[in-house]
């Protein structure tokens, strides 16, 4: 039976698109045929096709793969390397300090040792 997947959301395939697009250039800066990065990066050209055209439904390590063949995968450690948003939520979760409230008027009656 076909796995059935939704389309994913616009912004994404735009990025995908562009991701694709780099790719490609990439390749083809590097004076790299699609049969030579499709066979260092272990998959078809039908594959390679696909990436390179930002299609949803290639996994992940495919285009890793095909970053890994260029030479671009330490690209890769910039994917959200800097979670600005995530650390200012998590910093805002974290509990305040405060400080026991003194009493003005002294310790309380009974409540010193008798000698």
């Known amino acids: 039976m076909a796995q059935v997947t939704s389309a994913p959301h616009p912004v994404v395939q735009r990025l995908l698109k562009d991701l694709g697009e780099r790719l490609r250039l990439a390749r083809l800066r590097r004076g790299f045929s699609m049969e030579v ?3 260092r990066a272990g998959m078809s050209r039908p594959t390679l096709r696909a990436v390179e ?3 949803p ?3 992940l390590a495919s285009y890793v793969n095909v970053l890994h063949s260029l030479g671009l995968h330490d690209d890769l ?3 959200a390397r ?3 948003l995530g650390r200012k939520l998590q910093d805002a979760q974290l509990p305040t300090r405060r400080r ?3 009493s ?4 309380r009656r009974g ?3 008798r000698s």
Do not use: F, N, R, T
């Not at 003005?104 to 310790?107: L, M, T």
């Open 111 to 113: 409540s010193e040792e």
């Open 82 to 84: 800097d979670d600005e």
């Open 77 to 79: 450690s910039l994917l």
């Open 104 to 107: 003005a008027q002294g310790p």
């Open 37 to 39: 990065v499709a066979e």
């Open 53 to 55: 055209s930002g299609a």
């Open 57 to 59: 439904g290639v996994s």
């Open 100 to 102: 026991a409230i003194k």
